[in-house]
């Protein structure tokens, strides 16, 4: 009755409403009550949520700005440049109507006008919007040649600032602003005036000038409830900030920083105990100064191993005793959850520090390894981590000499069946593998249907070994997305039969990024 009474109402009415409704699987959900419902939702609703393009694709935003009535409904905006971007374009297309011949020209003069025009029409018809990424390639270079199309833009955007939450810049920004004497509230650059964003992400080299620092520290001061930071390691005043909910930081290198802005970083770090995910490659290796119980609540690290180490190191010293021990709670260590660690390379000092370690590692479900030296105790991993469920190994090793080692069918054999909860394989070592091994087989014309026999069945011994292995790379890429293809495996519960197909990788979102490694 409640659905009847709603299609009931005029058309505009109805449009009204489900322009509301942000998520697109409850716009679907509502589509399949029936065909008048699909006729209201679909596509008016269903194709205007999410807009991703690259430069210059002209018609979806002559469209939008044509119709703002459709723009409206948009909720994240995502604008790359057409040069080396990973992920696909998604726009409206059912009603997009074809631009005259001639009309626009990439290459023209006024190529760039009627480009960024059509975007700030869109975008101020945007009243929903949520998301908003402008990202141009790397190096980075300047989002417009006329600066002032990126300060109309970003101020048509700071005119939402009750609904936008979550801002991507990277590139060339930020680089006509006035001096901070001469705008010391920092608001004459609509960059600076940002409110109400709980996820902040900065690139570029501009951000963190002798200029641009002060306005930028403005920035954070105005968004108390950020959860999530991504910016250059070069922010020298970071340590001068104070983000209360702040749960996720990456700081990443742009150009180069001095040794000394470790120590601003982990001051930074050590007001800020509510981080769960931090991604930090230290400048220098004199992690001494790190305090004990230092990010109680980190589940999920990406860094190199002597920040890792002295992590955990500066603890050892700090345990609890028998004759320190108390019952009082609030004096008790507080353990650290880790769920997933990204890191450079399991080094044999690591290894003893972590094995000693009072926290619990039981709780690494993911581990990342970029390196692997001849000499690192890799058999321990499974014993430092026996319930990891998602593993990421480079393809070969490192020799004494600096030379590549391939794993052998044998190493696999013996390393795999120690993860007892191992799901997901990534990486391309087993391809290595198999390669070397259909080398050394032969791989003359005439047997090449048996050397493909004998490697199909050299990867099921080794699937076979993981009895929980469920998904691995393949050794083919994605062309669009420049992923590894997937191997789903699939297990036949009486006669134990293996097979596999392969799917492609899952599109992932700019602000995934960050969290895509941890997934």
Known sequence: MATCALLALPPEIIDDILGYISRIGHLVSFALTSHDAARHVIPRHTEYRFLQTTY??????????????????????????????????????????????????????????????????????????????????????????????????????????????????????????????????????????????TCLSLHGPEWFTANNSLQLRHLLSRNPSLEQLEIPMEFSLLASCRLPHLKRLKLTLTSGAPIFIDTIHIRFLCQHENIEDLYWYPIGNNMNILPPGLLPNLKRLSTDFSFAQALYANELSAAPTPDTLTDDPAHQPRPRQLECLDIRSLTPSLVSVLSQSPHSLTSLKTLILHSIQHNDPINQIPVLFPNISHLHLPSAAIGPASERMVFTVDGWLSLLPKFERLQVLRGSGIWETLRQVQTQAGGGQDDAGNNQANTKQVLETIIRSCPCLRELDDWKRDEELGEFMRIVVRRGEESGRITYHFRKPKPVSVFDIFAAAFD
Do not use: C
Request: glycine content about 4%; overall charge positive; charged content about 25%.
């Open 56 to 197: 210059p694709r002209f018609p979806p935003w002559h469209h939008l700005a044509q119709h703002t009535n459709l723009a409206r409904n948009i909720r994240n905006v995502y604008i790359f440049d057409r040069n080396g971007n990973p992920f696909l374009d998604k726009f409206p297309k059912s009603l997009v109507e074809p631009v005259l011949p001639g009309y626009f020209d990439e290459k023209a003069y006024d190529a760039e006008a009627k480009y960024m025009h059509a975007i700030l029409r869109s975008v101020a018809s945007m009243d929903f919007l949520d998301t908003f990424v402008w990202s141009t390639k790397s190096p980075p270079r300047y989002p417009t040649a006329d600066y002032r199309w990126e300060i109309a833009i970003l101020d048509a955007l700071t005119r939402k600032v009750s609904m936008i939450t979550r801002l991507y810049l990277s590139g060339g920004f930020a680089r006509y602003t006035p001096p901070f004497k001469d705008d010391p509230e920092s608001i004459r650059y609509p960059g600076w005036r940002f409110t109400n964003l």
